[in-house]
Structure formats: structure tokens, C-alpha cells
């Protein structure tokens, strides 16, 4: 299949926080500039006495919001749990919107507002909490004037791109994304991704126990040395480590990477003094949680390597290295 990675920011005419999520190309479709970002209107915002907010932003349905329109607004805290709802009335007895985030002391975090009673008004504020806490603030002079509005603002959404997808169970969803269309259109162009595991096992007693010296990485079933074909990138790696490491003051230190390519890339330098190679369940560089930790496409077929830096021998140890890759052609 042909598959990309992009920023979601919007689902379904909701801003929404940013996400990373994975495209079926095949999928996708109506694939264009995002028409629904318009510049905001202007939100002047009064009441706040305690300089909780900032960067509001409110945006509707056609008709739902309008030149000069004046709406409520109001603050409740449950411990660390912030709530903002939006009124259209100064008795504030009619709910338009919504927002509930966990901000802690001291702290800030975007309050996404959701449309209440069909009001189709949606948005979001910036609230930065003081560090000593803050109080209720539910009065009438908290207000927010919009405008500068026109058509354009109607379902105002986040993002560069929109397009609409259909998901696995046949929904039909839409979405922005920061991505440009010529970004996605390049990302899509030509890449089939196929993806692998294999686990390599380190032993000091038969793979390489020597300081200032790169050893391969045994396959688990005995077969050789642990490779990944060309194009292959690492997205996610652990081992177990079966015999705790020992080194004669514990000061011998190891990586583990791809030969030529990205010979660290799996797991940094580290002493084994540091627990790392204790026994026991470890994590490494990748995890699948951040792309930027991916190791680098092999260029050829690649062992997979660990390297003794310059310190002590080793004396004991053995782990079991645990890899997923993606191949991208």
C-alpha cells in the first residue's frame, strides 16, 4: 500500500490538537488548498482581571456569528480541571460553546471549545494558569466583541490542506493538515512502504566482548548476522536483557546501530554502569513516538552492528534486540 505520514489539525469541521496519523494515498481524495482559513475575526476580550486568556479565536456556521456581536464568557476551576463556556445571552442562560482542559499551576495549555445546543460555534483560548492558582470568574463584564467578520469565516479551520478520506470502516471523513499540497503530493509520489521485523541477539562470550572494536549482531535463529534490506528504516527497537552486563569496573560502554548508516542510531553510547544493560525489558532511541528519532534509510543491505567504545572488555551479558522497520521503494 501506499502510505504517508501528516499533521492532522482538523477532523470533520473541528480544529482539533495536533495529531501525527497515517494516509492511505489510495484513500485520500479532494485533495486542496484548505478552503476554510480565512483570516480570524477580531476578538476583543473583556473582564479578564486575572490575565488567564489569550488568543481567542471563535468561528461558525454561516449566520452563526456575526459583525459587532458581543458574546459571555466564563471561568470555573475544579481543582486543576478549567472550564470555559461561551454564552450568547448577558444572563447567560443560552450555552453556544464549550471547552474543558486539566492545566495545572503555573502552567498554560489551548482550551478547545466545542458547539453546545446546535449553536455550531466553535474555538479555542490560551490559558496560562499562575502559579498560585486561580479563582472562579463568572461575572457579567467578561465579555468578547467580534469583528471583522465576513463569509469567509464561516467553519474557520485550522491548517494548510483539506481533503476527504475514507477510513478502514468505510466512514467518510475530512480532514486539514499543516502539510502543503505540494508537500503531500510529494510525499505520496512513489513510495511503497513494506514492513519488517527481525531479532539479533548480543552475546559477549560469541559476538564481541573487545574495547575500540564493531561486532555484528547475531540473528536469533542462528543463522547468520541481523540485516535489514536496503531502503529499510528502523521505527521502533527494544531488547531484553538476558544476563546482566559486566565490565571489570562496569565502565565498558555500548551502541548499537546500522553499519554505515546510522551506527548509534538504535541505542546512543552508554556506559553499563548506567542500568541500561541490567536485566530486564529496555527501551532505545525509537519508539515509534517520534519521527525524528527514526534511524536513517539504509543505502544497501545492512548489518546490523553494537560498538565497545575505548573503555573496558566486556565480562558478561546477553540481550535479545527486538526491531520493526519500514522499507520505503
Given at each position: 500500500m501506499?502510505?504517508?505520514?501528516?499533521?492532522?489539525?482538523?477532523?470533520?469541521?473541528?480544529?482539533?490538537?495536533?495529531y501525527?496519523?497515517?494516509?492511505?494515498t489510495?484513500?485520500?481524495a479532494?485533495?486542496q488548498?484548505?478552503?476554510?482559513?480565512?483570516?480570524t475575526?477580531?476578538?476583543?476580550?473583556?473582564?479578564?482581571?486575572?490575565?488567564?486568556?489569550?488568543l481567542?479565536?471563535?468561528?461558525?456556521?454561516?449566520?452563526?456569528?456575526?459583525?459587532?456581536?458581543?458574546?459571555?464568557?466564563?471561568?470555573?476551576?475544579?481543582?486543576?480541571?478549567?472550564?470555559?463556556?461561551?454564552?450568547?445571552n448577558?444572563?447567560r442562560?443560552?450555552l453556544v460553546?464549550?471547552g474543558?482542559?486539566?492545566?495545572?499551576?503555573?502552567?498554560?495549555?489551548?482550551?478547545?471549545?466545542r458547539?453546545?445546543?446546535?449553536?455550531?460555534?466553535?474555538?479555542?483560548?490560551?490559558?496560562?494558569?499562575?502559579?498560585?492558582g486561580?479563582?472562579?470568574?463568572?461575572d457579567v463584564?467578561?465579555?468578547?466583541?467580534?469583528?471583522?467578520?465576513?463569509?469567509?469565516?464561516?467553519?474557520?479551520?485550522?491548517?494548510?490542506t483539506?481533503?476527504?478520506?475514507?477510513?478502514?470502516?468505510?466512514?467518510?471523513?475530512?480532514?486539514?493538515?499543516?502539510?502543503?499540497v505540494?508537500?503531500?503530493?510529494a510525499?505520496?509520489?512513489?513510495?511503497?512502504?513494506?514492513?519488517?521485523?527481525?531479532?539479533g541477539?548480543?552475546?559477549?562470550?560469541?559476538?564481541?566482548?573487545?574495547?575500540?572494536?564493531?561486532?555484528a549482531?547475531?540473528?536469533?535463529d542462528?543463522?547468520?548476522?541481523?540485516?535489514?534490506?536496503a531502503?529499510?528504516v528502523?521505527m521502533?527497537?527494544?531488547?531484553?536483557?538476558?544476563?546482566?552486563f559486566?565490565?571489570?569496573t562496569d565502565?565498558a560502554?555500548?551502541?548499537?546501530?546500522?553499519?554505515?548508516?546510522?551506527?548509534?542510531?538504535?541505542?546512543?553510547?552508554?556506559?553499563?554502569?548506567?542500568?541500561?544493560?541490567?536485566?530486564?525489558?529496555?527501551a532505545?532511541?525509537v519508539?515509534?513516538?517520534?519521527v525524528?528519532?527514526?534511524?536513517?534509510?539504509a543505502t544497501?543491505?545492512?548489518?546490523?552492528?553494537?560498538?565497545?567504545?575505548?573503555?573496558?572488555?566486556?565480562t558478561?551479558?546477553?540481550?535479545?534486540l527486538?526491531?520493526?522497520?519500514?522499507?520505503?521503494?
Amino acid at each position: 500500500m501506499s502510505v504517508i505520514k501528516l499533521n492532522v489539525v482538523s477532523e470533520n469541521n473541528q480544529n482539533c490538537t495536533s495529531y501525527e496519523s497515517i494516509f492511505d494515498t489510495y484513500n485520500m481524495a479532494g485533495i486542496q488548498t484548505n478552503q476554510n482559513g480565512a483570516t480570524t475575526p477580531t476578538l476583543t476580550e473583556a473582564g479578564d482581571t486575572q490575565n488567564v486568556f489569550t488568543l481567542w479565536n471563535l468561528s461558525s456556521e454561516s449566520g452563526k456569528i456575526f459583525e459587532n456581536q458581543i458574546v459571555y464568557w466564563t471561568l470555573t476551576n475544579v481543582a486543576t480541571v478549567r472550564t470555559v463556556r461561551i454564552y450568547s445571552n448577558a444572563t447567560r442562560t443560552n450555552l453556544v460553546a464549550e471547552g474543558t482542559a486539566t492545566i495545572a499551576d503555573g502552567a498554560n495549555a489551548t482550551i478547545w471549545l466545542r458547539e453546545r445546543n446546535e449553536s455550531g460555534i466553535i474555538g479555542s483560548v490560551l490559558a496560562t494558569i499562575a502559579g498560585g492558582g486561580i479563582v472562579d470568574d463568572t461575572d457579567v463584564a467578561n465579555t468578547i466583541t467580534i469583528t471583522n467578520v465576513t463569509a469567509d469565516n464561516d467553519l474557520e479551520l485550522a491548517g494548510n490542506t483539506e481533503f476527504v478520506y475514507r477510513e478502514p470502516n468505510e466512514r467518510i471523513v475530512k480532514y486539514t493538515v499543516t502539510e502543503t499540497v505540494a508537500q503531500i503530493l510529494a510525499l505520496a509520489d512513489g513510495y511503497e512502504v513494506f514492513t519488517g521485523e527481525a531479532v539479533g541477539i548480543i552475546d559477549f562470550a560469541t559476538t564481541g566482548a573487545i574495547t575500540a572494536n564493531t561486532y555484528a549482531v547475531d540473528r536469533a535463529d542462528g543463522a547468520g548476522e541481523l540485516t535489514i534490506p536496503a531502503g529499510a528504516v528502523i521505527m521502533n527497537a527494544w531488547y531484553n536483557v538476558n544476563t546482566t552486563f559486566k565490565s571489570a569496573t562496569d565502565a565498558a560502554t555500548i551502541a548499537i546501530g546500522v553499519e554505515t548508516d546510522d551506527a548509534a542510531g538504535i541505542l546512543a553510547a552508554a556506559a553499563i554502569s548506567t542500568n541500561v544493560f541490567d536485566a530486564g525489558v529496555h527501551a532505545t532511541l525509537v519508539d515509534f513516538a517520534t519521527v525524528a528519532d527514526y534511524t536513517t534509510a539504509a543505502t544497501a543491505e545492512r548489518r546490523i552492528i553494537y560498538t565497545l567504545a575505548a573503555a573496558e572488555d566486556l565480562t558478561a551479558g546477553r540481550l535479545h534486540l527486538h526491531i520493526a522497520y519500514a522499507v520505503m521503494v
